[in-house]
């Protein structure tokens, strides 16, 4: 009896020595659009960390300690996704990740910088990064970056003069609809209409009416993935002939799940698609869709990276130090040859902007179908 | 003007879609005194039964069928059974609030067991144009159309013109002299929700391709219906049909004409100024009460 307790202790206790030698796992915290109208973009996000964390912790984790992350639900709503934030950082997470949305990473990002947490996000509009948070770092493109390559297809590729622009009525489609109108007006192409809707907008009949009245030479649509695929509908049911050009949101996987038939001949710029000539793409697909049963859109490629931006930054630290993340990653560029899981070879300004490859693509019978691969910048 | 047809064929289609749930509000408050806040709910449910079917590997006729099915089962006689005559008891408050517990338990359920996202759903209707006075028009819009309409005319024909239809009115304006006539009572009110929940498994089936299978898709449809209902006359079927009619060219119109950002204030003015200069709606009949 005593010599089984004797085991016992003995067990625990080499037990406890091995989990303090590889020390206690290390705290993400994640908080996105688990439901609402981001569901998509919060679950594909959210499916992309947990494919990264069970990879990178089944190697043996981040300098020997496994990742650990929570998820909360904004409910895409800028609210609640700030409560579930300061939430979160009351737990002192090592690094935030998400919203996805730009008007909650908007109202989130000054918690993030306040608690002097880095925070990893996929909001695109071109604001985030511009007001000198230091601890605010993008998975994809800002607009600033986006814009003007969707802008060139359109007068260089499209030789469209005038352009009906749709934009959903938030950070996000206010920021793209002011870049590229300011684009636009360097290449003197004319804004036909200027169409703001409602994010979980369901009916488009009237503004593709507006657009079919306009008659331009291409309609811009930027709007959130649902949204897109209704106004792809509808487009498609008032037989709207102008080629329709958009960013990620409008050519994402899941528009064309939800759009069907409508979304062929959609076209646009995408910073990640899991379509990409890339090999490591590739084999993130297959692991994605192994796991899940489906083909993600580039907000689980966005996931995914974040995760592999947690681990390349951490290595290079050489320790688990939240207060000088932020500073390591800025400047920081990861190569995918030393570090697979970040896909492409990636660079992060002193903003906290992204640089890597780019892509032109076209829905063509239900697929996205890379046109042009646009090269990284620095 | 040629846009005009566009936006009036789109408005008329979806508002007979809203028309088919507001027939289903003022049916339940004529004959059993239900509100019910659920309605927009009840038009979300039956696309995610028709899809639950279909991804147990059944063709959509066969989805649709047995969609129609666990919807009348689910939504007119579980519904009726389960909450409305327990609950009406303790009077048409208690109800309703009843009612509007049971639509934030069913958005729930179903983003927990199906899924938060929005889903394709396919169209009963061939995706497709036809020339109308020379301007193209979606065949899905007129086939929406032609459907509700058909369905409102057959339910008019069903209250006016048989004997159960009588029997429903009779019910509808007062229980006690029907039930010493001889009309069973009971079996009428029981039918009225049967006929609500084949007339949103109806409209899910219609609105749901446009829309998308979406567990949050009802909020704006059963607003929608029932300001509908209460601009038309909530005490009448075929008010009920105007109001929707008329909720969704307004709306269209108004996105068209006005703006898109207000939009949604629109029917909300038309609700007040229809209440303030006749409170019965347009097509109601005024209700006395006796004190």
Known sequence: MRSGIFAGLLLATVSAATAFAQGAPIKLA???????????????????????????????????????????????????????????????????????????????????????????????????????????????????????????????????????????????????RDVITKEFAKYNIKVAADLSTEAGQADFAADVSKIKAAAPDAVFVYLNEEESARILKELKRQAVAAPLVGETTLVGQKVVELAGDAANGARGHVGLTTDAPVDLVKAFREKFVKKYNYVPDHNGLKGYLAIYMVKATTEKMGKVDAKKFADTLHGLTIKAASEPGILMDVTFDEKGDIDRQGFLVEIVEGKQVVKQVLPKLN | MSNLLDLLVAGLATGAIYALVAVGFTLLWQTSQTINFAQGEFVMLPAFLMLAVMHAGAPFWLAIILGILLSLLLLGLGFKLLLVDPMLRHGVLPLAIATMALAIGMKEAVKQFFSAEASPFPSIVPVGDVWILGRVVSLQSLGVLALAIAVVIGLTALLNRTSIGHQMQATAQNPTVARIIGVPVERMILLTFLINAFLVALASLLITPIYLAKFSSGEVLGQAAFIAAIVGGFNQVRGAIAGGLLIGVVDNLAAAYVSTQYRAAVPLILLIVIILFRPQGLLGRPEERTV
């Open chain 1, 30 to 176: 994640d908080v996105a659009e688990l439901s609402g109208g981001g569901a998509t973009v919060g679950n594909n996000w959210k499916n992309g960390i947990d494919l990264a964390i069970e990879e990178i912790n089944a190697k043996g984790g981040v300098l020997g300690r496994k990742l650990e992350v929570t998820h909360a639900d904004s409910q895409s709503n800028p609210g609640v996704a700030r409560a579930q934030v300061q939430k979160a950082l009351d737990n002192e997470p090592y690094v935030l990740l998400g919203p996805g949305y730009s008007g909650s990473v908007k109202v989130t990002s000054p918690l993030a910088a306040e608690a002097g947490i880095t925070q990893i996000m996929g909001g695109e509009a071109a604001e985030l990064t511009q007001g000198g948070n230091k601890f605010l770092f993008r998975t994809s493109f800002g607009q600033q970056s986006s814009m003007p390559k969707v802008a060139k297809y359109i007068n260089d590729e499209l030789k469209a003069k005038s352009v009906a622009i749709v934009w959903v009525n938030n950070d996000f489609g206010k920021g793209g």
